[in-house]
């Protein structure tokens, strides 16, 4: 039986912690500043970041990881004997999926299995832990793959947005929708859906009412949650995800409630204070 190597990129919001428990591979995203290109997670920070937008009042932009990165990266572990599955960000949100795919070709398609998350963040995450803790259990690449094909249409991924001046340095929010959302107090929640991102509630009034709301419409009576795993996520927001936290644990049946920090990229693109509940739905 062939071991199986299991791989992600640094949108996956994955810890250290659970990256050395299940033996994640992890190939960084970059940030571009200046025109200089940092590692995602490893020479670029979200806390440092937020300090250059702070100081520039300009948006770094981001980059996918490259054909050589995924090379560099599955070599190693091709020549010993490994398998190679990997999930990263969706091909929908970034050209990384396909660097990776002819990375794939070039190494052997029979040896490097590419799958499409068709998420971001952790909705990554949910799907990585479960390729890890299957491939740490002796499963094979194909019964992997399978299991994953199942997963990957259940993942649910939303985020409620503090603010939208990122969204709007980004492009991606116009200046009429930032005002008005100062001016009414609005926090958009942002939906997973396909592979693409799309706006879902619009919740109004104070942060913390605006947090509830959220919780009550993701979360609910949790029935429709499977129990093994929720991860909150979320982007210089440690607070509101205790909250969410002591919410889960004291009021649903959940083996293990994980919270980690939005790395560089995905915090680029939401801002500080956003914070997501991601799951796999039943």
């Not at 913390?208 to 029935?223: A, F, I």
């Not at 429709?224 to 991860?231: V, W």
């Amino acid at each position: 039986m062939g071991k199986v190597k299991v791989f992600t990129d640094s949108t996956a919001d994955l810890s250290k912690e659970l990256i050395e428990k299940y033996q994640i591979g992890v190939v960084p995203l970059y940030v571009i500043v200046e025109g200089k290109p940092y590692l995602d997670g490893i020479e670029m920070t979200a806390e440092k970041l937020y300090d250059i937008v702070e100081e520039s009042k300009t948006l770094p932009k981001t980059s996918a990881a490259t054909i050589a990165d995924f090379i560099n990266a599955f070599e190693p572990y091709l020549e010993q004997g490994y398998d190679i599955v990997y999930l990263g960000i969706s091909s929908k949100l970034s050209s990384t999926y396909q660097a990776a795919c002819l990375a794939a070709k070039e190494l052997g398609e029979d040896r490097v299995h590419i799958v499409d998350s068709l998420n971001l963040s952790t909705g990554i995450g949910l799907q990585v832990v479960k390729a890890a803790e299957l491939a740490l259990s002796g499963a094979t690449i194909k019964d992997i793959i399978e299991n994953l094909s199942q997963i990957t249409p259940k993942v649910r991924a939303s985020f409620i947005i503090d603010t939208l001046n990122y969204l709007h340095m980004g492009g991606r929010c116009s200046s009429i929708t930032l005002l008005a959302s100062n001016v009414l107090k609005i926090h958009p929640q942002i939906i997973v859906k396909d592979g693409g991102m799309t706006v879902g509630a619009k919740f109004r009034g104070k942060w913390k009412t605006c947090l509830k709301d959220y919780y009550e419409l993701t979360v609910g009576d949790g029935s429709h949650i499977d129990p093994e795993r929720i991860f909150i996520t979320h982007s210089s927001n440690p607070r509101a995800a205790e909250y969410f936290r002591e919410r889960i644990e004291k009021e649903l049946n959940i083996k293990e409630v994980l919270t980690t920090e939005a790395g560089t990229v995905i915090s680029s693109h939401c801002g500080p204070g956003t914070i997501g509940i991601l799951f796999i739905e039943k």
